[in-house]
Every structure is written in C-alpha cells, then in structure tokens.
C-alpha cells in the first residue's frame, strides 16, 4: 500500500519576495513619509545589526504597524510573518507580499511559515519577528514564545534585538509629533547545546534590560541564579 500524498499548502501558488521590488519602494516612501509627520524617530545601535547574512531581529510588539519603524531603523531590507488575516483581503495580500511578509496560521504550530522563514534566513536575509506573538500595546512585555530561538538556532545565525517605544503612542496627540525610540543589541548567538526556552529567556530578559522599566513586564526581573 503506498503512503498518501500530503496536500499541497495553497499558500504555496502564490509568489513570496526575497529582493526588494518596486511595489515595495514605493509603499516605503510613502509610509516614512507618513511615520514622520506622526513621529520623530531615534534610533541607535544600527552598526550592531551585521551587515550581511542572516539575521533574526526580534522586537517587542506594541502596535499593528510595528514592522514599518522596524524596517526604517535598519539598511538592510526586512522580511516578516504576518497573521494570516492581514492576507485575506486580494489586494492586502499582494502589497503584503511585496513588503517582504508571508502570512502564519496563529494558535498551532504552522510549519509552512517556519519552512518560509528558514528559506528568508537561508538566503541571508533579515527575518523580522515578535517573538510575544501579540501586541502588547505599551503594557510590558508578555511571555514569549521560542519561535525567534529556534530559527536561529536551526539556521545558526544571529539574534539581534530591537527595543521600540512609543510607537503605541503615535496619533494620539497628532499634529504633535511623539518620540519614538529603537535600540539595537549587539549580536546574540545560541550556546552549544543550549534550548530554545533557555536561549529565549535570556533574549528577552536583556530586550527588557533595553526598555523602560515601566515597559519590561513579565521580564522585570531575573529569578534568582539566571546567567546572562
């Protein structure tokens, strides 16, 4: 008896951008553009962001649009998962997939958006990610999950963090433009041998070391005998 053939993913008849497009430039422009009427940016930490190969940039999630300020801050071009439902809409999924995203099926493990990211890292690229899953709105940070761990260690790259605050802020005080600040990390490697859950803890302990004490959430403090 010979062994089914697994269903092909839909997702996979659709073309997914690992260069930069003219769609995507245009749509950059216009939205810097915007961002900055609403916001005056300062960002720091860009030379720690290696200038090629892969690279997992993980961030705190704050707001629906965090990946614009998350491309801004960098020189590189920036490639993301984005929730399926950003994807629904025709006209959604084409600019969305020409911005460099690639939808995710939230609440089970997707193993089509994992393979997606491998292949982003696998060509060298910059793989934006949250590693919270969900916005936490200014709140603090929430439990993270290890997604951001595992593909660095898979793809043995990187992990640079991406400390955001005040974009949960913007247009609420508009015309007034609010500060908006971003921090890079230096490059964080995964230990030989070390978990995904160890490696994600000491990610996101020293992302909330880069935020505001008001903004570190459940990170605040270390238990007692953690090692950086």
């Not at 073309?15 to 553009?33: G, K, M, N, P, S």
């Not at 961030?59 to 998350?70: I, K, R, S, Y």
């Not at 005040?166 to 007034?176: D, E, I, M, S």
Request: aromatic share 10%; with cysteine.
């Amino acid at each position: 008896m010979t062994s089914p053939i697994p269903p092909t993913d839909p997702r996979d008849q659709k073309h997914y951008f690992f260069a930069d497009t003219f769609i995507r430039r245009v749509i950059t422009l216009l939205t810097r553009f915007l961002f900055w009427l609403a916001a005056e940016w300062r960002v720091s930490g860009v030379e720690n962001l290696p200038p090629e190969g892969p690279v997992v940039l993980a961030a705190n999630h704050l707001t629906e649009f965090d990946m614009f300020p998350m491309q801004y801050a960098i020189p590189r071009l920036l490639f993301f998962m984005g929730k399926a439902e950003l994807f629904r809409n025709p006209i959604m999924d084409v600019l969305f997939r020409h911005l460099g995203a690639f939808p995710v099926e939230r609440g089970a493990r997707d193993q089509w958006a994992i393979q997606q990211a491998l292949k982003v890292l696998q060509q060298g690229q910059v793989l934006g990610i949250f590693p919270e899953g969900t916005r936490s709105r200014g709140r603090g940070l929430l439990p993270a999950k290890t997604g951001a761990a595992r593909l660095a260690i898979e793809a043995k790259c990187p992990v640079v963090l991406m400390a955001v605050n005040g974009t949960q802020r913007v247009l609420k005080h508009f015309p007034r433009r609010e500060q908006v600040t971003i921090t890079l990390s230096e490059p964080l490697y995964p230990r030989s041998g070390e978990a995904a859950l160890d490696f994600t803890d000491r990610l996101m302990f020293k992302l909330a070391e880069m935020l505001p004490p008001e903004e570190r959430g459940v990170y605040a403090e270390k238990p007692k005998g953690f090692e950086d």
